[in-house]
């Protein structure tokens, strides 16, 4: 959705649990030495500045990463820590990394990070930050990455978070996570969808979950409905689940 801006969200609730999940995983993936390829179909701007007026119009980060920070709620030795502390000793005390920097930060040389944005303003930010680590493609995230799908190396990661603006987003999601897994059944897939009030991911889970993929795990979090947040909750549902992390990322849900 090109309407659509993260700037305004950037470091929100539901970027802390999807964040923190993602960071663990690629930890996780990282340790070992075979090559990976990182792809993510709605990338944004992989870098963001929580001291910008779009962040504080929405309050979503002061009551998000900066109130958990605050607290110390977040062990300094997590993940997910370690790359925020990392960029903010990069870009200044304001940075936020996105997903596109975090996969940038936690992967090796050998590996291979391919990224689509649609929105001409993020590619262009996008580019800014990643530089030549990634393959950066201003087209739509799903058509681009079926169409190469599978990629070399071929052991993969695929990073699933469409804006969900408009309800059609639901179905388009379940289609393309079936549909990719057809064509790369080896990669793991990790797709993250808000929880509203209306319930608009529950036929979407379901019908991924009915689909009887390998390895799938799934773990959903609600928010303390007095911080701000533009959804009730934050869900996350992943194909090919790394080996020996669930106390990890059982530990993710116990930050909120």
């Not at 090109?2 to 995983?25: I, N, P, T, W």
């Amino acid at each position: 959705m090109l309407s659509y801006q993260h700037m305004y969200h950037a470091g929100g609730l539901a970027d802390v649990h999807k964040h923190a999940v993602l960071a663990v995983m690629l930890e996780k993936l990282s340790a070992k030495p075979k090559s990976l390829t990182y792809v993510e179909t709605h990338a944004g701007r992989g870098l963001y500045d929580l001291g910008a007026p779009e962040a504080g119009k929405t309050g979503e980060a002061a009551e998000g990463i900066l109130h958990l920070l605050k607290q110390g709620d977040l062990p300094a030795d997590h993940a997910y820590a370690r790359l925020i502390a990392a960029c903010r000793a990069a870009h200044g005390p304001h940075a936020y990394p996105g997903s596109p920097w975090i996969a940038r930060q936690a992967l090796r040389d050998n590996d291979r990070i391919h990224l689509c944005e649609l929105h001409p303003r993020e590619v262009v930010a996008l580019r800014e930050t990643m530089g030549r680590r990634a393959q950066i493609q201003q087209k739509d995230g799903y058509q681009d990455v079926l169409r190469r799908a599978p990629f070399d190396p071929r052991r993969g990661f695929v990073l699933i978070d469409p804006s969900y603006e408009v309800k059609s987003e639901y179905r388009d999601a379940a289609d393309f996570v079936l549909a990719l897994h057809r064509k790369w059944p080896v990669a793991t897939i990790l797709l993250w969808y808000p929880v509203l009030e209306k319930a608009l991911h529950k036929d979407m889970v379901d019908r991924v979950n009915d689909a009887g993929l390998p390895k799938t795990w799934s773990q959903e979090v609600l928010f303390d409905p007095t911080r701000r947040s533009r959804a009730l909750g934050s869900g996350l549902l992943s194909v090919n689940t790394p080996f020996g992390i669930e106390a990890a990322l059982d530990h993710v849900a116990t930050l909120f």
